[in-house]
């Protein structure tokens, strides 16, 4: 089997996946219709051009500017459904997905209405696909505390159809400090705790995520390569990355793939895991981001096999049930 095959082939795990970046462009443009929503755009070709960012910023105003079409349930349901089925198509077994609820709360979308839509479609693709999927609720971080915990409340009542709590947008003066108080409050209602942190911004956001927010997992976090003695308490905690290579290059946090860091960071001994953040934005899913490794770095079976095995391990699955998937 050839390295390609092997990527298509080996059951894999996403766990840095926002359900609005899957939003593809034939979706969007069918939402915008069903809702009369109107749009800057006329076609699927002229979606894709806008699709050229120079930073976290540029992109975020297009993804938020994307979720405006998602008004109803079946809307949440067919996003996820669309995301979930190419997921399949992928053999990824187990996924770990974040949504954004303030996106769609500030704009009068009940939050019964988003949790229902997307809990349908995981119901259905763990009843007809075998995919096994559990949500992490993520908070806005260039809004206050004070509107992550008013979500936080409404939340609560649903809080047995998410895991985990996490914090994303606009990372650079949003450090992870200004949320230390909804991440006790989240850890004392028994959520696992993640947060975007070392993507744009500096190292020392990565140490805070650690230290102030107590969290489990580091989405992203490949600034803490900037400072040695982070990389080595990382490890020795034994914490997670959730890396999301093709995402870095669109973003323009790593010049190139062929400079990516990945593998120096698994090498490092750093528990790197591969993800797609955004597919229907960054160029890709989690297969395309295996295969734009492979083409660029010098990939082999053995790391695809690690990554993999990485996923799993730092996953939120239920710790009794976890053998089952090493
Ligand atoms: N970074 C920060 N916030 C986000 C992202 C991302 O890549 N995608 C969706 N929200
Ligand atoms: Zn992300």
Redesign the pocket.
Known sequence: MDLLEYIEKIPKAEL???IE?TLQPELLLKLAKRNNVSLPYSSIQKIKDAYQFQNLQDFLDIYYAGANVLRTEQDFFDLTWDYLEDAHRQHIIHVEI?FDPQTHTERGIPFSVIISGIHKAMERAKKNLGINSQLIL?FLRHLPEESAFKTWEEAKQYKHLFVGI?L?SSELGNPPKKFKNIFAEAKKDGMKLVA?AG?EGPASYVREAIDVLNIDRI??GNKCLDDENLVTEIIKKGLAL?I?PL?NIVLKNTPCMEEHPILKMLEKGLKVTV?S??PAYFGGNLVKNFEAMATNLPLTKNHVYQLTKNAFEASFIDESLKEQYL
Do not use: A, Q, W
Request: proline share 0%.
């Open positions: 840095h996946l926002h970046g974040f993520s996490g994303d975007h993507e989405d992203h959730t999301c995402s993800n953040d955004d």
